[in-house]
């Protein structure tokens, strides 16, 4: 009602919140359904909401007439306004459902709505609110492999073909964008003595990105003077430079319209599917050989980046279960505490022989390590040996950490 002068409730917001509002009505189990106290204020303060808030926001909080009664008869009948909010609107429709979409639905959205704000049109395409929505929902509903899938090929197609790099080996780092605020982030020390060593090294993110807004590779290299604002063809220089062999791209100059929206992140205050799909892009390619690393640490995107990797046809892919979801490793013991599932340290990967016709070849081959880590006697225990797969791909073994990873160990 405007009661709140100096910080307003922003469109944004209102569709993140009521997007999980609807979707924890319509499909989270029981115990994650609406509190009683929730039931109660919602029903309280319904009739008044419904002549304050704006047609799309009373579609996100009701999109059939099933939630909220007699007074919900806009969803329902909302289509939104222009082509690309009307294509939004029947996505939206679908996610608020519960349901996932395909990787074609989703290039089509996001070519619709980005850039968004003030690098787009003289307005955006779409509602804030219905964006924020779409963003946080398909998050909520844990995004398929395939949704994931079109967030990378949007961008791709955006983009067009990345220069390529004259370089032997190339190997892509992909930090968490939103950073680090409590744990040692290595991977820039790491990168920069590979580099030293004859192996190209390529990091990218920005200098600052919620939710977390911790410390990010861009601000450490800001801090120490280097241009941090490099255009992906000054890089692929940088790279084939013998005395340098490493680049770090900001999102703002390698990918405006993913740039773009970063204002509309602080507001859902979640990451979206875009925070799983940045990590492993490929803004400069390589004559020879790629390896990519990302980082995670939340159940259930090990396997989600390791078929990212693979379809950006690199030779060998890992992921590393860090801190924070970040790439360095930890010599903390783990706590008696700690949450179930994979440990911290865990690394899983695929390598694939220069032989195999990536275009054909669509499995992961994987090995899981567990990894010993502490400050007296740094090292690394591979499960098993290398070994090779039914389909001729050689799996991960200790040899392929062994180079790059024992290094990190040691810085």
């Not at 790279?239 to 900001?250: I, M, R, S, V, W």
């Not at 979640?270 to 690393?293: D, H, W």
Request: proline share 6%; charged share 20%.
């Amino acid at each position: 009602t405007g009661e709140l002068k100096d910080e307003p409730v922003s469109s944004a917001q209102l569709g993140a919140f009521f997007a999980g509002m609807t979707i924890r009505a319509n499909c989270f189990p029981e115990a994650t359904q609406w509190s009683e106290g929730e039931r109660r204020a919602m029903s309280l303060f319904w009739p008044r909401l419904v002549h304050v808030l704006p047609p799309e926001v009373k579609f996100i909080a009701d999109p059939e007439g099933t939630i909220m009664g007699a007074n919900g008869l806009t969803g329902p009948r909302y289509i939104g306004q222009g082509t690309a909010e009307m294509r939004l609107v029947g996505a939206l429709r679908e996610v608020l459902a519960g349901g996932h979409l395909g990787y074609e639905e989703i290039q089509c959205v996001l070519k619709d709505v980005l850039p968004f704000g003030s690098m787009g049109a003289s307005s955006p395409s779409v509602s804030e609110a219905l964006l924020a929505a779409f963003l946080i929902g398909q998050r909520m509903n844990r995004e398929t492999d395939r949704e994931l899938k079109g967030y990378c090929l949007a961008f791709d197609d955006e983009l067009g073909p990345p220069p390529i790099a004259d370089v032997n080996s190339l190997t892509h780092y992909g930090e968490p964008y939103d950073g680090n605020t409590r744990f040692f982030r290595s991977t820039l020390f790491v990168a920069a003595v590979r580099a030293c060593y004859g192996e190209a090294c390529l990091l990218h993110g920005v200098e600052w990105m919620p939710p977390k807004g911790g410390i990010t590779e861009g601000q450490m290299l800001k801090f120490m003077g280097a241009n941090t604002h490099l255009s992906p063809t000054q890089a692929k220089t940088l790279l084939e430079d013998k005395d340098t062999g490493f680049a770090y791209l900001n999102l703002q100059e390698a990918c405006p319209p993913l740039y773009s929206i970063i204002g509309l992140r602080e507001h859902i205050k979640k990451r979206p599917p875009l925070a799983t799909s940045e990590k492993v892009q490929q803004f400069v390619r390589a004559r020879g050989r790629e390896s990519m690393v990302a980082g995670f640490y939340h159940v259930g995107y090990e396997d989600p980046l390791l078929m990212l990797m693979r379809r950006r046809t690199v030779h060998a892919g890992l992921v590393v279960k860090g801190e924070e979801g970040a790439l360095s490793l930890t010599t903390k013991e783990r706590s008696a505490h700690a949450s179930k599932g994979i440990p911290v340290n865990h690394c899983s990967g695929f390598r694939t022989p220069s032989s195999a016709n990536f275009s054909e070849t669509d499995g992961i081959s994987r090995e899981s390590f567990r990894v010993a880590v502490n400050a007296q006697e740094l090292g690394f225990k591979s499960t098993e040996t290398p070994r090779t797969d039914k389909s001729g791909t050689e799996k991960l073994g200790a040899g392929f950490v062994s180079a790059g990873w024992r290094q990190r160990a040691c810085l």
